[in-house]
C-alpha cells in the first residue's frame, strides 16, 4: 500500500492541527495503520496506531489525552488529530502501514509501508 501524508505546518503552543494519509494501492481496510515521528537528531519514534477494524487503538504515554487517532476505510484515509500541542511535538510525522498482528505496528523496525512524512513545527 502506498501512503501520502499532509496537513503539516507551523502552530503557536496550545494550538490544533489534523493530519491526514491517503492510501492507495491495496485494499486499505486489512491494515493496521500507526502515526510515527521523528525529531532532528532523534530516532523515529511511534505515536499512535488504530487496527484495521478500528478496535485496538494504541498512544504513546507523551500524547495520549491530547491526540487522536483515526481512520475511515470507505475513504482509504486515516487521521491524527493533535490537541493542546507543545513545542516537543515538533517533529517529521509519518504515517505507516502493516498487516498481520496489531503488535506489529508499534514498532518502526517492523513497518513495511511508511509515507513521506510532513513537518509539524510547535512556536512556543
Known amino acids: 500500500v502506498q501512503l501520502q501524508a499532509s496537513g503539516g505546518g507551523l502552530v503557536q503552543t496550545g494550538g490544533s492541527l489534523r493530519l491526514s494519509c491517503a492510501a492507495s494501492?491495496?485494499?486499505?481496510?486489512?491494515?493496521?495503520v500507526a502515526w510515527f515521528r521523528q525529531a532532528p537528531g532523534k530516532e523515529r519514534e511511534f505515536v499512535a496506531a488504530i487496527g484495521w477494524g478500528g478496535r485496538n487503538i494504541n498512544y504513546a504515554g507523551s500524547v495520549k489525552g491530547r491526540f487522536t487517532i483515526s481512520r475511515n476505510n470507505a475513504e482509504n484515509e486515516m487521521y491524527l488529530q493533535m490537541n493542546d500541542l507543545k513545542p516537543e511535538d515538533t517533529a517529521i510525522y509519518y504515517c505507516?502501514?502493516?498487516?498481520?498482528?496489531?503488535?506489529?505496528?508499534?514498532?518502526?523496525?517492523?513497518?513495511?509501508?511508511w509515507g513521506q512524512g510532513t513537518q509539524l513545527t510547535v512556536s512556543s
Open positions: 505507516a502501514a502493516r498487516e498481520g498482528t496489531f503488535g506489529y505496528i508499534l514498532t518502526a523496525g517492523r513497518i513495511n509501508s
Open positions: 494501492g491495496r485494499t486499505f481496510k486489512g491494515y493496521h
